[in-house]
């Protein structure tokens, strides 16, 4: 007897509807084909344990399963369920009616029971797109797919409910969850208030939110650099529906999604360590998986300690940072994972850490401060639009017990700022910010006016900044006319934005 179930295959961040096919015959053979990989082979013995531990006979005859598409590898084991209910369907142990319907996905214990996947979010869009009337999944995953609309998702325990479904019984209703809201407040562990001192700073952050600008932090061991940049994400804009969605793929993809949530509602804040490999930082392996950038997608990438990362590894980041979108090619397949972050990078402006600093001396023999920040690359540098210098916060400031702004006053000026630009950039395809404009954008949103030119000029003559820092210096103060709501760019909005420019000034170092 033939049966047929359905499942899904993961392919990047999207899935393909994957047809199992079961034929029972006579014999006593087992035949798994359909380009499946060692822990769908593997299949096999679960099922027969799962089966016999809940009174189910696994038939001793000859068993044909084919997995189509079968140009399409098969990974991991959440193809159990399907298999093991088209085992029993095609043994006539239970009805077939519904199967047409659902889509089954899950992974079977030795007792029965259902563990949960991954990747679940994309296979119930791929399911809704299909015209599927709902999913069958390990009750851990119920509300991971319960946010896509159109679509029953039954979550269930073991392979006896999943039979006592597919029999008809009725006591089982779908999962339902609360609409999604773009809301932020009190779910960051982190909050702007926290920091004391450092006004400059976190004015330069609030920049850099407003326009989804770039930003590299410069300064000493202990200047407080890592622990203002994780509190970047708080004071950005919450994510729409439309970014929870792809962000909270890419993370259930990659099995990071905590069970029993449905969507990411915190935008990513993800942190790598300088020995990471480009694999690691970009995406791949033979079958690939997204990288840290992908990972970061709508939120922050924090590269601490960038001179230490190896130059070949962070080269990689400069086409995913131009077209927000990593392309991994293999033989069979090239796959793409969005990449839209914003870069945090901190680093010392020494080997020693102490270059500039107001108490300590630097030891650092000369010219090696040049070579330390020659490890990053002229081009990378060219993609980072503010360069920010961290002083330590004196004691008297630390000893404060008053507190700055909190990040819900900043937040609010950041989205006002974000609403212009939305506006400004709704006719212009694939531009949403400031930081993402191109020369000829810079050219008609960033008129200057004769005091503001001439400013420019001395600046660009009298601190010796490099060619590069021109358009990035216009980028920046268009957002803080933004964040002033002020409709062309005026000479405090200029002069604030030159001095986000350290790097470049060809005296740095030497």
Same mark, same amino acid.
Request: with cysteine; net charge negative; aromatic share 6%.
């Given at each position: ?105 899950? /992974?079977? +214990?030795?007792? !029965? &029971?259902? %563990?949960? $996947?991954?990747?679940?979010? =994309?296979?119930?869009?791929?399911? #809704? ?76 952050? /609030?920049? +850099?939110?407003? !326009? &989804?600008? %770039?930003? $590299?932090?410069?300064?000493? =061991?202990?200047?407080?650099?890592? #622990? ?76 601490? /300690? ?13 086409? =995913? ?190």
């Amino acid at each position: 007897m033939l049966v047929k179930t359905f499942g899904s295959a993961l392919n990047g961040i999207e899935a393909i509807t994957v047809t199992i096919e079961v034929n029972i015959d006579r014999g006593v053979q087992f035949f798994l084909v359909g380009l499946p990989d060692s822990a769908v082979k593997e299949s096999q013995q679960r099922i027969e344990a799962a089966l016999s531990n809940n009174g189910l006979k696994y038939p001793k005859r000859k068993i044909t399963i084919n997995m189509a598409p079968a140009d399409i590898r098969k990974e991991g084991s959440s193809y159990d369920l399907p298999i093991a209910i088209a085992i029993l369907a095609a043994s006539e142990q239970i009805s077939a009616d519904l199967l047409d319907k659902y889509i089954i996905m899950g /992974e079977l +214990s030795l007792d !029965g &029971s259902l %563990n949960p $996947i991954k990747g679940v979010l =994309p296979i119930a869009i791929r399911a #809704m797109q299909d015209g599927f009337k709902g999913l069958i999944l390990p009750a851990a995953n119920a509300k991971e797919a319960a946010v896509v609309e159109d679509i029953e998702v039954y979550g269930l325990n073991d392979i006896k409910e999943v039979i006592s479904f597919l029999n008809g019984a009725s006591d089982f209703v779908p999962v339902e969850i609360s609409k999604y809201e773009e809301e932020v407040d009190d779910i960051y562990a982190f909050d702007f208030a926290d920091v004391r001192g450092q006004e400059n700073i976190k004015r330069a952050l /609030e920049v +850099s939110a407003a !326009g &989804s600008h %770039n930003v $590299i932090l410069i300064g000493s =061991p202990g200047s407080g650099k890592t #622990m203002l940049a994780k509190r970047l994400p708080t004071i950005m804009p919450p994510m729409t529906l439309k970014e929870a969605l792809e962000t909270t793929k890419i993370h259930s993809v990659v099995g990071l999604l905590g069970h029993g949530l449905s969507l990411l509602k915190t935008r990513p804040f993800r942190s790598p360590h300088h020995t990471t490999s480009y694999v690691g930082l970009v995406g791949g392996g033979t079958y690939p998986q997204p990288g840290e950038i992908s990972l970061a997608h709508n939120g922050v990438l924090f590269l601490d /300690e960038l001179p230490e990362f190896k130059r070949s590894v962070l080269e990689v980041l400069r086409q =995913p940072m131009e077209d927000r979108v990593v392309t991994i090619a293999r033989a069979r397949q090239t796959i793409e994972f969005p990449s839209n972050f914003m870069l945090v990078a901190a680093m010392n402006p020494c080997p020693c850490g102490y270059y500039n600093h107001p108490t300590q001396e630097c030891t650092c023999q000369p010219g090696s401060v040049e070579k330390y920040l020659n490890k990053i690359s002229g081009p990378l540098l060219d993609r980072i639009d503010l360069h920010v210098e961290v002083v330590p916060v004196p004691f008297e400031e630390l000893s404060k017990h008053n507190t700055g702004e909190n990040s819900k006053t900043v937040r609010e000026r950041v989205i006002k700022a974000r609403k212009i630009q939305t506006e400004r950039f709704a006719d212009v395809p694939n531009v949403h910010s400031n930081a993402q404009m191109t020369t000829k954008l810079i050219q008609r949103y960033c008129h200057l006016d004769e005091k503001c030119s001439l400013l420019l000029k001395n600046a660009m003559e009298k601190l010796d900044l490099s060619a590069r820092a021109y358009d990035r210096i216009l980028k920046v103060a268009r957002t803080i006319a933004d964040l002033d709501a002020s409709e062309n760019i005026q000479t405090q909005h200029l002069a604030e934005a030159i001095q986000y420019r350290s790097l470049d000034r060809e005296n740095w170092g030497k």
